[in-house]
Structures are given as structure tokens and as C-alpha cells.
């Protein structure tokens, strides 16, 4: 199946410090999205990115479309411990697969010092 | 309070003895879809369902099978459930095409089979 390059696959970071992670592909993607996934809980939605190089703001968090589709960024501004997690890029509607499937990364785990 | 179940939230198994892990939304979604997740690897789909009656192949199939008799239940089976099968497995249902609509994730259920 499709392959989705996610980095880095972890931070330490303290707390307060700005985090940036990045996910590419070698393949053409109409959606990509980011999820965060809490110790023993399900991803939860973060941002939705629909249109090359659209740049999308969640609060603290920024995410770009890359504008030849085949990346994607995640940053977190002044980061707090509450932000310590796994990050996951997604991506979708490829050129050669459907809209009914989504590609996940291999997800970044962040860890936030106080 | 609109949500993903999943049941059971932990299950200890022995080799060959086939077992069937529920799912279901309260939120009328035609997409459902399984996942695993295992370390290093991300996040992995298994099979998903755009409607009733239809369904289809994720990236990794072998050794599970799904129904989807009722729109708002989709459990995944293991016949013969072996050792590598061994992973945390989620449930997601979106409004429709997951890359266009928010995917909302079950819980998790955290499958051994010794």
C-alpha cells in the first residue's frame, strides 16, 4: 500500500519550545490530515487540510498542504505539557487509490518537560 | 453523547479460537473501518465499509473478516486468531469519505493471542 514518511518519531521538548514534524510521499494525496492520539484513547482530528498549499490554523497548531501534495507540516507554538501525545499525518483520495481510504504515518511522539 | 464503542477493551486469547470484537456508532455514518496499531508501524487499516452490504479490502486483510448487516455496526472477526494478530485495534466511522469528513475513533480494544 501507499507509504506515508513521517519525522521525526519522537521529540523531547521543554515546555514552552515551538515543535515542527513532517510527513512526505512519493505519491500525490487530495487530503491530508493530522491527528493526536492521547495515552490509552483513540486519534482525535486535529486539522484538515483539502487544497495545495492551504494553511490552516487549529489555536497553538499550523499545518500546511504542500503545494506539490505530496507533504505536509505540523507546528505547535509554545508548547504545554497537555500537548504530549502521538502525532499521526493521514493522507487521502491519492491518484491511484479512492477517497474511502486513508494512509496513516508512523506517527511522532512528543514528550513536553515542564 | 455521539461516539464509537468498541467491545471488549482488552481480550486474552489462545491460538485458533475465534473471537469477534464489536463496533458501533450512534452518529448515522455511512463510513466505518478497523485499524491496527502496532509499534513502529502506525496506524494500519484492516477493512472498511461505505455502506450496508458493502465493504472492502484496507491494507492489511489477511486473517479478518467484517459485516456490516446494520449501518451503525461493523464488528471484525478472527477466525483462526493467531500470535501476530497480536495488536490494539480501533474502530472509526466518518459522515462519509473519511479524507472529507472527520473520522471519529473508538476507544481501542487491546488484543493478545497467546
Known amino acids: 500500500g501507499q507509504q506515508l514518511n513521517q519525522s521525526p518519531q519522537s521529540m523531547f521538548i521543554q515546555e514552552g519550545e515551538d515543535v515542527s514534524m513532517n510527513c512526505t510521499s512519493s505519491?500525490?494525496?487530495?487530503?491530508w490530515l493530522w491527528y493526536k492520539q492521547d495515552p490509552g484513547e483513540g486519534p482525535v482530528l486535529l486539522i484538515a487540510?483539502?487544497?495545495?498549499?492551504e494553511l490552516t490554523s487549529n489555536g497553538r497548531l499550523t499545518a500546511q498542504f504542500g503545494i506539490t501534495r505530496k507533504d505536509s507540516f505540523l507546528n505547535i507554538s509554545a508548547s504545554i505539557p497537555s500537548d504530549v501525545g502521538i502525532y499521526f499525518c493521514a493522507a487521502g483520495g491519492n491518484s491511484g487509490g479512492s477517497n474511502y481510504k486513508l494512509t496513516f504515518g508512523k506517527g511522532t511522539l512528543l514528550t513536553v518537560n515542564p | 453523547e455521539a461516539q464509537v464503542t468498541q467491545n471488549p477493551r482488552y481480550l486474552i486469547t489462545v491460538t485458533g479460537k475465534k473471537l469477534t470484537v464489536t463496533c458501533s456508532q450512534n452518529?448515522?455514518?455511512?463510513?466505518m473501518s478497523w485499524y491496527r496499531q502496532d509499534p513502529g508501524l502506525g496506524l494500519r487499516q484492516i477493512y472498511y465499509?461505505?455502506?450496508?452490504?458493502?465493504?472492502d479490502k484496507g491494507d492489511v486483510p489477511e486473517g479478518y473478516k467484517v459485516s456490516r448487516k446494520e449501518k451503525r455496526n461493523f464488528p471484525l472477526i478472527l477466525e483462526s486468531p493467531s500470535p501476530n494478530q497480536t495488536s490494539l485495534y480501533f474502530c472509526?466511522?466518518?459522515?462519509?469519505?473519511?479524507?472529507?469528513?472527520?473520522?471519529?475513533f473508538g476507544p481501542g480494544t487491546r488484543l493478545t493471542v497467546l
Open positions: 472509526a466511522s466518518s459522515l462519509e469519505t473519511p479524507g472529507y469528513n472527520e473520522q471519529f
Open positions: 487540510l483539502y487544497k495545495a498549499g
Open positions: 452518529m448515522n455514518h455511512e463510513y
Open positions: 465499509s461505505m455502506n450496508v452490504e458493502v465493504t
Open positions: 505519491s500525490i494525496f487530495n487530503t
